[in-house]
């Protein structure tokens, strides 16, 4: 996978895409959310509201993150034009997650617990989508197994994908 020697792990690297749009956001920047573009360079989609990221580390084949592009702490703070856009930004991806890579259903979740580690919590909204799969995934000549089908994610999973996977797959 292409690390960036930044980060000591993929996972903080995610953590790092949400907190530089927070900081853009606490310093008076713009909405648009300044990432350079070493942090864009897993962008998939990107519209008006939403920023739309295959997730550095691929514990679950195909996992992304949506992110809000204008500051909130919370799903209850979207206004209705971009609750609008999530509808149907969720019911794009998963259409594509299933028919690309034949997942059987999407697993989303919104917990922003990390966030409030720190002494001045400050958290922006962003959903993580796992795609979840019954039968084996390919790519490229490797084969992947959710092998908690059917069951809740698991936290602590490494990752899977290899980095040649992790290109094919963005």
């Not at 990221?53 to 195909?62: E, H, I, R, S, T």
């Not at 993150?65 to 979207?78: A, D, F, M, Q, Y």
């Not at 971009?82 to 917990?111: P, Q």
């Not at 799969?133 to 990752?159: C, L, M, P, W």
């Amino acid at each position: 996978m292409n690390k960036d020697s930044r980060y000591s792990d993929v996972k903080e690297m995610d953590v790092a895409i949400v907190k530089a749009l927070e900081a853009t956001s606490r310093s008076g920047g713009s909405e648009w959310c300044n990432l350079s573009e070493e942090d864009k360079r897993y962008l998939l989609y990107e519209d008006e509201y939403w920023m739309l990221f295959l997730a550095d580390k691929q514990d679950y084949v195909g996992r992304s993150i949506l992110v809000s592009k204008r500051h909130c702490g919370t799903l209850s703070e979207l206004n209705e034009s971009e609750w609008m856009d999530f509808h149907k930004l969720i019911r794009r991806i998963e259409e594509c997650v299933c028919l690309t890579l034949g997942a059987d259903v999407c697993n989303w979740s919104c917990l922003l617990n990390n966030f409030f580690k720190e002494e001045n919590p400050n958290p922006h909204l962003h959903i993580h989508c796992r795609p979840r799969f019954r039968n084996t995934v390919t790519i490229g000549s490797s084969t992947y197994a959710d092998a908690e089908f059917g069951h809740h994610y698991a936290q602590e999973k490494e990752t899977a994908v290899t980095s040649e996977d992790m290109t094919e797959l963005f």
